[in-house]
């Protein structure tokens, strides 16, 4: 199933010689209390390329996506975003950064197209209604639009989670576990969605994913990491070796456990 | 300080007038416990009135005190019940990652408390007229200046709670609904200062809403304006309503600093 494109403005074409570090971290720490949740990494992610972060559970990834959204104050280090330091320029650098979780929900008794609206105001979207149509379209929501947030399945939220996290076109798109509880049609557009705003925008995406396959299709390269710390930075095949990267997470899950 | 965005603050009153009228139990937090304690006190008042002769003084101190501390309590409760929503909603997240800034936030969060409030106030008002034949406007021109400082109080006293909800999160919700209440016997709402034991006059004393509420018996008891009582009333709630917003920043950096944003998602 295609995944529709209305709204895509081929001015926005995406020039892959123009790469640069759009997010630089350098030596990030957070601890809570005596206990070290990202411990010292720096990584860079380029513009338009898709990095996924893996780790098992409690390795420290939704801590770092925090810190990249001001969510969580680092206990050291820095943070540069689109080349301005996240701490300076915080609301400014979110203006073209969003996020999207599939643990986040939103407000029940909205509709579907009022959800995107209010967030397409709240980041200053040219024509906001407009946009909000073709969010609804991208993302087969238009037949939801006036359904109550909190009538939809969790497929659907999936949906409009993620035209929440497009609705402002950002330059950088913090996904954790996009396609987590979605069955594997929503899944499959999904991933199309992500590879076609790439192509498209340049848009830059970290995200998280416990599905290694998707990982593999997806990353331009994967930082994996473990106890707060990075263990590698490699494309993903580079990483899985001459396994498969799922072998390679639970080499790397049980050696630590054993 | 990044300036004030007004166009994020007004994508966030939209988002809570829209879901508004659709629910239930915030709608009755505007309408329909004001409508019961106007209507229980109004009836006591017209037993009293009837059985042992008060004056009409008694309904308007009564009656005057509850819509007047109705503004405390609602402008303080409608600061706390729009951050909890949030975070029931498991929102907040989407909307701290935006860029919204936590003063944005804040003047959205007033503004509605504002809105809300003077719906519930009027209706009170037109109740109180239509049913008791009472009229918050014989306090004159004082009524704006004590409305104020009530509704500022309340102000104070939200981002205080909110401060609080936002550093220890769920566990203390409890007090967007109670904490208020800790202070109407000390703003002395029914009844003058000196009917209080002594340490709770010497506490009062602080209390800016004490000053409001003696100055309306004032008004309509011998129809003097106390302007010292206003004064002060007015220099505790800029002190207070400092305090309130350096504590309620103070708390969204220590939310940062232990999770706690992460957690209400």
């Not at chain 1, 971290?25 to 957070?30: A, F, P, V």
Request: charged share 15%; net charge positive; glycine share 6%.
């Amino acid at each position: 199933m295609e995944v529709a494109t209305k709204g895509f403005k081929t001015s926005y074409l995406y020039i892959s010689s123009m790469k640069q570090p759009i997010v630089s971290i350098h030596n990030l720490t957070k601890t809570f209390g005596l206990f070290t949740a990202v411990n010292d990494i720096s990584f860079s992610v380029n513009e338009g390329e898709i990095v996924g972060l893996l780790g098992p559970n409690g390795a420290g990834k939704t801590t770092t996506i925090a810190m990249l959204m001001g969510i969580i104050s680092p206990t050291h280090g820095s943070i540069r975003i689109f080349n301005k330091d996240f701490h300076s320029h915080r609301s400014e650098i979110l203006k073209d950064m969003n996020y999207s979780s599939a643990y986040v929900k939103a407000p029940w008794r909205m509709k579907v197209w009022e959800h995107i609206y209010i967030f397409a105001l709240m980041y200053e979207v040219k024509n906001p209604k407009q946009k909000t149509e073709e969010m609804l379209t991208t993302f087969h929501l238009t037949k939801l639009r006036d359904i109550l947030v909190g009538d939809l399945s969790s497929g659907n939220m999936a949906r409009l989670n993620l035209a929440k996290a497009f609705v402002n076109q950002p330059k950088l798109v913090l996904l954790d576990e996009p396609t987590s509880s979605v069955d594997p049609d929503i899944a499959d557009r999904v991933r199309q969605f992500i590879r076609l705003s790439k192509k498209t925008y340049g848009t830059t995406i970290l995200l998280t994913s416990h599905n290694m396959a998707e990982i593999e299709e997806l990353c331009d390269r994967v930082i994996f990491m473990n106890h707060g710390k990075i263990i590698a930075i490699e494309t993903p095949k580079e990483l899985a070796g001459d396994k498969t990267l799922e072998e390679f997470f639970i080499r790397e899950a049980r050696n630590d456990t054993n | 300080m990044t300036p004030i965005n007004f166009h994020r603050v007004n994508a966030l009153v939209l988002r809570h007038l829209i879901t508004w009228p659709r629910s239930l139990e915030r709608v009755a937090d505007a309408f329909w416990w004001p409508t019961m304690n106007l209507f229980i006190w109004g009836l006591v008042n017209v037993y009293l009135q009837q059985k042992t002769g008060t004056t009409a003084f008694f309904v308007n101190l009564f009656l005057g005190g509850l819509i007047m501390w109705t503004l405390v309590v609602r402008s303080q409760e409608e600061m706390g019940l729009l951050f909890l929503q949030e975070a029931w909603d498991r929102n907040l997240l989407n909307i701290f990652c935006s860029p919204i800034t936590i003063w944005e936030f804040s003047i959205a969060t007033i503004v509605l408390s504002t809105i809300k409030l003077c719906m519930t106030f009027f209706w009170m008002f037109f109740l109180a007229a239509l049913l008791f034949a009472f009229s918050i406007f014989s306090l004159g021109w004082m009524l704006l200046p004590y409305a104020i400082v009530l509704m500022t109080a309340g102000w104070s006293l939200g981002f205080f709670i909110n401060g609080l909800i936002m550093q220890y999160g769920y566990r203390v919700q409890v007090f967007a609904w109670t904490l208020t209440m800790a202070l109407l016997p000390f703003s002395s709402v029914y009844f003058p200062v000196s009917a209080l034991p002594p340490w709770m006059q010497m506490v009062s004393r602080y209390v800016p809403t004490s000053y409001i509420f003696e100055g309306m018996r004032g008004v309509f008891q011998h129809h003097v304006v106390d302007t010292t009582g206003l004064a002060i009333a007015i220099g505790l709630n800029i002190a207070y309503l400092l305090i309130g917003i350096w504590f309620f920043a103070f708390s969204f950096r220590k939310a940062q600093q232990t999770g706690m944003i992460m957690k209400f998602s």
